[in-house]
């Protein structure tokens, strides 16, 4: 089973940017897509981005395409989430998972995820 560490989150100014990684570990990491989720307080977790195991195929929710970009490095067995022109409304914890290859669906064990918080 993959274990999965999120880190890079913070406190943020409206329009500013953030890098999240993930770290994944006791698994062949480069035969997985990776995706990103968050969660919100009072709300159900939900899809950010997905990549694939190549990293030549990307996939973004609505909510955040042209603003976030995923990409992942095989080598160091991590995934990255380069989040810019942050808003409020994308305050939440954000988490990394395996996805089921060519959908958002995740499959693995979450990790503790990172905190966002982008203030006004």
């Known amino acids: 089973q993959v274990q999965l560490v999120e880190s890079g989150g913070g406190l943020v100014q409206t329009g500013g940017s953030l890098r999240l990684s993930c770290a994944a570990s006791g698994r062949t990491f480069s035969k997985y897509g990776m995706g990103w989720f968050r969660q919100a307080p009072g709300k159900e977790r939900e899809f950010v981005a997905r990549i694939d195991w190549g990293g030549l195929s990307t996939d973004y929710a609505d909510s955040v395409k042209g603003r976030f970009i995923i990409s992942r490095d095989n080598a160091k067995s991590t995934v990255y989430l380069q989040m810019n022109s942050l808003k409020p409304e994308d305050t939440a914890v954000y988490y990394c998972?395996?996805?089921?290859?060519?959908?958002?669906?995740?499959?693995?064990?979450w990790g503790q995820g990172t905190q966002v918080t982008v203030f006004s």
């Open positions: 998972n395996e996805v089921v290859a060519n959908t958002r669906l995740p499959f693995g064990s």
